[in-house]
């Protein structure tokens, strides 16, 4: 019984400094930083609002491109259930989403190729 007194009580404590540190982090964040997370917000609220529209690669119409695309896609192709755009998602315009089209959002993604949907000019390397 003493033991198990010991453990709760150190979780206890532990709990406590855990929201200790979030709750002074948060606070410091709202502080310093008010001004960059204003302009943050009201970014993502412009893309989103541009969602609507055909966005390739942005596979999850969530506004942006990023690796959650990449994940959306794959998850397609592995016949698991999800929400996709696959207008947005035919980022070599074929017509269809394969591994090809994840192929260029992850290049797209990398900085290997500036913009999407990539139309193959030369023969893909095998
Ligand atoms: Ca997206
Ligand atoms: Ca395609």
Redesign the pocket.
């Known amino acids: 019984m003493k033991n198990l007194f010991k453990a709760v009580t150190v979780f206890t404590t532990l709990a406590l400094l855990v929201g200790a540190m979030v709750a002074l982090s948060a606070a410091a964040a709202e502080g310093d930083l008010t001004g960059e997370t204003d302009v943050a917000a009201t970014a993502v609220e412009t893309t989103a609002t541009q969602a609507a529209e055909l966005v390739c690669g942005d596979a999850n119409n969530d506004g942006a491109v990023n690796m959650k695309d990449v994940l959306v896609v794959r998850k397609y192709l592995a016949d698991l259930d999800c929400e996709i755009n696959l207008d947005n998602a035919?980022?070599?315009n074929?017509g269809?989403?394969?591994m090809?089209?994840v192929l260029n959002l992850r290049k797209f993604l990398a900085g290997i190729v500036d913009s999407l949907p990539v139309v193959a000019t030369e023969p893909t390397a095998a």
């Open positions: 035919d980022t070599n074929d269809g989403v394969n090809k089209d």
